[in-house]
Protein backbone atom coordinates (compact mmCIF):
# COMPACT_ATOMS: atom_id res chain seq x y z
CA UNK A 1 0.00 0.00 0.00
CA UNK A 2 1.08 3.28 -0.87
CA UNK A 3 0.42 7.17 0.43
CA UNK A 4 1.82 10.60 -0.88
CA UNK A 5 2.46 12.70 2.36
CA UNK A 6 3.26 15.69 0.81
CA UNK A 7 6.64 17.49 2.38
CA UNK A 8 7.93 13.48 3.36
CA UNK A 9 11.66 14.39 1.11
CA UNK A 10 12.11 17.77 2.94
CA UNK A 11 14.20 18.44 6.53
CA UNK A 12 12.09 20.16 8.35
CA UNK A 13 13.67 23.48 8.71
CA UNK A 14 15.66 24.75 11.92
CA UNK A 15 12.54 27.56 12.37
CA UNK A 16 10.05 25.55 12.52
CA UNK A 17 11.26 23.10 15.66
CA UNK A 18 9.64 24.05 18.77
CA UNK A 19 11.75 25.99 20.91
CA UNK A 20 12.56 23.75 24.65
CA UNK A 21 14.87 25.02 27.48
CA UNK A 22 15.96 28.48 28.85
CA UNK A 23 16.42 31.66 27.15
CA UNK A 24 17.45 35.03 27.79
CA UNK A 25 14.82 37.21 25.72
CA UNK A 26 13.33 40.50 25.22
CA UNK A 27 9.64 41.29 25.14
CA UNK A 28 8.75 42.53 21.93
CA UNK A 29 4.70 42.66 22.39
CA UNK A 30 2.48 42.20 25.26
CA UNK A 31 -1.56 42.54 25.46
CA UNK A 32 -4.32 41.42 27.21
CA UNK A 33 -7.08 39.41 26.20
CA UNK A 34 -10.42 39.06 27.91
CA UNK A 35 -12.18 35.68 28.48
CA UNK A 36 -14.98 35.27 31.16
CA UNK A 37 -13.18 31.93 32.65
CA UNK A 38 -9.66 32.65 31.64
CA UNK A 39 -8.22 35.91 30.65
CA UNK A 40 -4.74 36.11 29.73
CA UNK A 41 -1.64 38.22 28.98
CA UNK A 42 -0.18 37.05 24.98
CA UNK A 43 3.53 37.42 25.31
CA UNK A 44 5.50 37.75 21.88
CA UNK A 45 9.04 37.16 23.39
CA UNK A 46 12.46 37.18 21.12
CA UNK A 47 15.12 35.03 22.08
CA UNK A 48 18.45 36.92 22.29
CA UNK A 49 20.82 33.76 23.89
CA UNK A 50 22.17 31.08 23.21
CA UNK A 51 23.26 32.27 19.87
CA UNK A 52 21.49 29.16 17.93
CA UNK A 53 18.13 30.27 19.12
CA UNK A 54 19.10 33.84 18.75
CA UNK A 55 15.99 35.96 17.48
CA UNK A 56 13.37 33.51 17.15
CA UNK A 57 10.41 34.55 18.55
CA UNK A 58 8.46 32.86 21.16
CA UNK A 59 4.52 33.13 21.87
CA UNK A 60 3.30 32.62 24.69
CA UNK A 61 0.42 33.34 27.50
CA UNK A 62 0.04 33.76 30.94
CA UNK A 63 -3.23 33.48 32.41
CA UNK A 64 -4.75 35.93 34.27
CA UNK A 65 -7.45 34.09 36.37
CA UNK A 66 -7.10 34.64 40.53
CA UNK A 67 -5.58 31.01 40.92
CA UNK A 68 -2.86 32.10 38.01
CA UNK A 69 -2.06 35.75 39.01
CA UNK A 70 0.80 34.42 41.27
CA UNK A 71 2.76 33.72 37.98
CA UNK A 72 2.14 36.78 36.43
CA UNK A 73 3.39 39.03 39.40
CA UNK A 74 6.54 36.09 39.64
CA UNK A 75 7.15 37.49 35.83
CA UNK A 76 6.49 40.57 35.88
CA UNK A 77 9.02 41.23 39.22
CA UNK A 78 11.70 39.33 37.49
CA UNK A 79 11.23 41.26 34.25
CA UNK A 80 11.79 44.44 36.11
CA UNK A 81 8.25 45.79 35.41
CA UNK A 82 7.48 49.03 37.64
CA UNK A 83 6.62 47.97 41.42
CA UNK A 84 4.23 51.31 41.34
CA UNK A 85 2.26 49.47 38.59
CA UNK A 86 2.39 46.39 40.21
CA UNK A 87 0.84 47.95 43.43
CA UNK A 88 -1.86 49.72 41.45
CA UNK A 89 -2.94 46.48 40.28
CA UNK A 90 -1.62 47.42 36.29
CA UNK A 91 -0.46 45.77 33.14
CA UNK A 92 0.86 48.04 30.64
CA UNK A 93 1.95 46.30 27.75
CA UNK A 94 4.12 49.51 26.51
CA UNK A 95 5.29 49.58 29.99
CA UNK A 96 6.47 45.90 29.41
CA UNK A 97 7.97 46.27 25.71
CA UNK A 98 11.73 45.87 25.86
CA UNK A 99 11.80 44.04 29.46
CA UNK A 100 14.21 41.51 29.36
CA UNK A 101 14.84 38.60 31.14
CA UNK A 102 14.96 34.77 31.21
CA UNK A 103 12.23 32.33 30.84
CA UNK A 104 11.86 28.48 30.92
CA UNK A 105 10.19 27.23 28.01
CA UNK A 106 8.70 24.01 27.35
CA UNK A 107 5.62 22.30 24.41
CA UNK A 108 2.38 21.15 25.85
CA UNK A 109 0.53 19.12 23.68
CA UNK A 110 -3.09 20.25 23.81
CA UNK A 111 -6.10 19.24 21.38
CA UNK A 112 -3.87 17.86 18.52
CA UNK A 113 -1.43 20.88 18.53
CA UNK A 114 1.73 21.72 20.32
CA UNK A 115 1.85 24.95 22.69
CA UNK A 116 4.83 26.62 24.12
CA UNK A 117 4.41 27.14 28.12
CA UNK A 118 6.23 29.41 30.13
CA UNK A 119 7.11 27.91 33.01
CA UNK A 120 9.31 30.08 34.92
CA UNK A 121 11.01 33.19 35.14
CA UNK A 122 14.73 34.45 36.54
CA UNK A 123 16.07 38.35 36.55
CA UNK A 124 17.96 38.90 33.00
CA UNK A 125 21.25 39.48 35.85
CA UNK A 126 21.42 35.43 36.29
CA UNK A 127 22.15 35.09 32.76
CA UNK A 128 26.28 34.54 32.43
CA UNK A 129 26.58 33.72 28.56
CA UNK A 130 25.52 30.22 29.35
CA UNK A 131 22.14 28.94 30.10
CA UNK A 132 23.20 27.72 33.53
CA UNK A 133 20.39 28.95 35.24
CA UNK A 134 18.53 27.41 37.15
CA UNK A 135 14.57 28.33 37.51
CA UNK A 136 13.07 25.97 40.30
CA UNK A 137 9.51 25.90 41.91
CA UNK A 138 9.30 29.75 41.85
CA UNK A 139 12.97 31.04 42.77
CA UNK A 140 15.53 31.51 40.79
CA UNK A 141 19.05 30.03 41.96
Keep these: MRRYLPGLRTETPAHTVPLEGIFLVRIEDAFYQYHRQKPFLTLRLIVLEPEPSAGRSIVGRLYCS ?7 RWFLK ?13 VDGKALSGLCGVVRVSEVFLKGNYYPSLDGFAPAESWQSQPTVAIVGGSAT
Aim: no cysteine; hydrophobic share 40%.
Design 66 to 72: PKALWKV
Design 78 to 90: DFGYDEELIGRDL
